[in-house]
């Protein structure tokens, strides 16, 4: 009966080795950090029609376009701008870039915009990670403004907070 007892002793600890053996390599870090180095400006802008409305969008390249009765004016300062945001992750991991549908801006002046952010320079708003767990991935996102007329976007500077939220798998 001692016998039985050391050779199943022995059978379990060589199960155990070939466990190890043949178990996956353990991923590196779930450890995600993202930065935004670059808010996201439209750059100056002015309706054409005081009873006229329109949208500004700025594209992941910072191209400024406008549909309605807005008038763009790109020779003024401040310039618009993409949003640029940093981020780190290990390699081979898979981004997804979340946004919130929307998001309100108001200004001292009492007015309010209805911005949209997205999209980002990754087609559906996934990527999958590069270089080691230290590389950097930047990405660049624009978005839409939706602008009503100067009763309601009376002449300011409007700010206000979006949520981005990168996933990884």
Do not use: W
Not at 124 to 145: A, H, K, P, V
Not at 152 to 163: K, L, M
């Amino acid at each position: 009966m001692q016998n039985k007892y050391y050779i199943l002793v022995l059978l379990f600890f060589i199960g155990i080795g070939i466990k190890t053996i043949l178990a996956q390599p353990n991923l590196p870090s779930h450890i995600i950090n993202s930065t935004e180095v670059q808010p996201i400006h439209f750059g100056c802008f002015c309706l054409s029609d005081i009873l006229g409305s329109g949208t500004v969008t700025i594209n992941y390249q910072g191209i400024v376009t406008a549909t309605g009765s807005i008038y763009l004016m790109p020779s003024f300062s401040p310039i618009a701008q993409p949003a640029i945001f940093q981020v780190q992750v290990c390699q081979g991991r898979n981004i997804i870039i979340e946004y919130s549908p929307s998001a309100t801006l108001t200004s001292t002046g009492g007015g309010s915009l209805t911005f949209h952010p997205g999209p980002s320079e990754y087609q559906g708003n996934t990527f999958s990670s590069g270089g080691d767990c230290n590389f950097i991935n930047t990405i660049r996102i624009g978005g839409t403004l939706d602008v009503g007329n100067s009763s309601q976007n009376p002449e300011g500077a409007y700010s206000g907070t979006y949520e981005i939220v990168f996933n990884y798998q």
